[in-house]
């Protein structure tokens, strides 16, 4: 059985600044800005939630089926896709958009200033009955806000079981979409800094959002995660990489190990052993999908780590 991805995939383009953001900046000039950056290096990944976590599913051994839009530019992220062997059939085009793309620069001191153009992303539509069959859960990351409420909606309707993951459409939502799909989802990911914006837009609290048939998870960077229940909360280490490259889309890695768990049905505890795990991984390359370690590396740091088998 499958589980369906929704959500952004985007190409992101990352710049370094030698400077610092701050010293180019007049405070009294502030209203007027006409500022240009000379950047020492330009790199570009693909990216975008739903792109990185479908990747990182299945480097933890899973099937995961993508539901996204590329624009007129998107060929050379199919084929990325594809040679993964990522299921990407409903990868649909938008010929007259470009695929969804974020302009990030960094200056010295890991400051950034981020342009993200949803292009594509916007028109993507809720799954027809093709891309749902043989679907046993899925999983909503942040992508067009429409989108994300109607498939809500729909796996509501249909009994499919799904994640929510706002992601930074927590603040760009509508409280009342929020509340619909945090309150019809079995499990709900969010950053610390997401669960309070959640709950002051919604008033759902985790009081409300933790019961028998729901489950909270909060990532909390290199502190791990922890995961509330009902019966108890399951605290997650962070798994350390063998070196920090970059920190972009370890949280997208973390989500995407998690659902190769629920895939195989396992416990949300052990699902999140295999997050941290996956994370660790990504950790140690740039952008969001620049990391294959085969299954053998990631059995043996879940065995070092963890002291079991990798199950995945």
């Known amino acids: 059985m499958a589980i369906l991805i929704s959500g952004s995939v985007a190409y992101d383009s990352v710049c370094s600044y030698g400077g610092r953001f701050d010293e180019m900046l007049l ?14 290096t330009l790199e570009r990944y693909f990216g975008g939630c739903a792109g990185n976590i479908a990747w990182a599913m299945k480097a933890a051994g899973g099937s995961p089926r993508l539901l996204a839009m590329l624009g007129k530019d998107g060929a050379a992220y199919r084929d990325h896709l594809d040679k993964a062997g990522i299921d990407s059939r409903f990868v649909k085009d938008a ?5 969804a793309q974020a302009f990030i620069t960094t200056d010295s001191l890991g400051n950034q200033l981020t342009t993200f153009h949803a292009g594509a992303m916007d028109l993507l539509q809720v799954p027809d ?22 498939q809500g909606e729909l ?21 009342a979409a929020l509340t619909e799909l945090s309150l019809g989802s079995m499990l709900i990911c969010v950053s610390e800094y997401e ?14 959002l933790v019961t028998p048939s729901r489950s909270l998870l909060v990532t909390r960077g290199g502190e791990g995660s922890v995961i509330y229940t009902e019966e108890r909360e399951i605290r997650i280490p962070a798994v350390q990489p063998l070196r920090i ?46 990391y294959s370690p085969t299954l053998s590396d990631i059995a043996a740091r879940y065995q070092m780590v963890w002291g079991t088998p990798y199950p995945g």
């Open 27 to 40: 405070p009294d000039e502030l209203s007027h800005l006409n500022l240009t950056f000379l950047a020492d």
């Open 245 to 290: 490259a970059d920190p972009v889309g370890a949280g997208d890695a973390y989500r995407g190990g998690l659902l190769r768990g629920l895939e195989l049905g396992l416990p949300l505890e052990t699902c999140g052993r295999i997050g941290s795990t996956i994370a660790s991984f990504k950790l140690e390359a740039p952008g969001g999908q620049a």
């Open 95 to 99: 010929p007259d958009e470009w695929t």
């Open 195 to 208: 669960e309070k914006l959640l709950a002051d837009r919604t008033g759902l609290d985790r009081k409300k």
């Open 129 to 150: 009955h093709e891309a749902l069959s043989g679907v046993s859960a899925a999983h909503i990351a942040p992508g067009g806000l429409r989108s994300m409420a109607s």
């Open 155 to 175: 796996y509501r309707k249909l009994g499919i079981p799904y994640v929510f993951d706002p992601g930074q459409a927590t603040s760009q939502l509508s409280p």
